[in-house]
């Protein structure tokens, strides 16, 4: 039986490198752009008419859903490249036929 969830083993060091990359700078933008819109923790738009907040805001979300996005499809193809070593190693070789005398 084999089990198919990936361990920490799975992973290089260059992907374990990679991954923390990925994360810290998706961390450092979200961080960044929550500072600028909200140094105090609460949200201050620059407008005073509604619809200029409205804009403010979906740009804000708009930049933070896109940096979102981008740090998921990292990390899948990080776990997709781990996953397929995973799967190579896991499966067994179809290149040797089975003995049909049993």
Do not use: H, K
């Not at 896109?66 to 067994?92: H, M």
Request: net charge negative; glycine share 4%.
């Amino acid at each position: 039986m084999n089990d198919s969830t990936l361990q920490e083993s799975d992973y290089t060091a260059a992907e374990t490198a990679e991954f923390r990359t990925v994360m810290s700078d998706c961390t450092t933008a979200l961080s960044g752009a929550l500072r600028a819109c909200a140094p105090d923790g609460q949200w201050q738009p620059t407008s005073t008419s509604l619809v200029g907040q409205l804009t403010e805001a979906d740009e804000l979300l708009d930049q933070m859903y896109r940096r979102l996005g981008e740090t998921r499809r990292a990390i899948r193809q990080i776990d997709s490249r781990a996953r397929q070593r995973f799967l190579v190693r896991s499966v067994p070789s179809q290149s040797e036929p089975d003995d049909p005398t049993g």
